[in-house]
């Protein structure tokens, strides 16, 4: 599988940003997908995971991110998106979406805090929130 991702940019505190991640090779509707970001300095994190084999009630979000930010699929295009609403300065990192490619019925959580067990990365885009 590879992965594309793309949408980021500098962005005012308030806006809004949506990422995009692009799939290819192998299609995203039974694995467990997610975004993560690394600031400088910083761990990778876990932002956003859903198991597309369980559906939306395996949608985790970190709680940094809770009620602002929104992760989709669209299956006829098989891509992934970010919506990213009302952003701070602290969201601010390198955004990467990931696929762990294999089926299970695990939340998105378990794998949203164990980056090391995903298979594929995109090659990150950099969101910066300054005003």
């Known amino acids: 599988v590879q992965l594309q991702a793309s949408g980021g940019g500098l962005v005012q505190p308030g806006g809004s940003l949506r990422l995009s991640c692009a799939a290819s090779?192998?299609?995203?509707?039974?694995?467990?997908i997610g975004w993560f970001r690394q600031a400088p300095g910083k761990e990778r994190e876990g932002v956003s995971c859903?198991?597309?084999?369980?559906?939306?009630?395996?949608?985790y979000y970190a709680d940094s991110v809770e009620d602002r930010f929104t992760i989709s699929r669209d299956s006829a295009k098989n891509t992934l998106y970010l919506q990213m609403n009302n952003v701070k300065p602290e969201d601010t990192g390198v955004y990467y979406c990931?696929?762990?490619?294999?089926?299970?019925?695990?939340?998105?959580?378990?794998?949203?805090?164990?980056?090391?067990?995903?298979?594929?990365w995109g090659q990150g885009t950099q969101v910066t929130v300054s005003s």
């Open positions: 990931a696929v762990y490619a294999t089926r299970t019925q695990d939340s998105g959580l378990f794998y949203c805090v164990r980056p090391f067990m995903f298979d594929y």
């Open positions: 090779g192998g299609t995203l509707d039974d694995y467990t």
């Open positions: 859903i198991n597309s084999a369980v559906g939306v009630r395996s949608t």
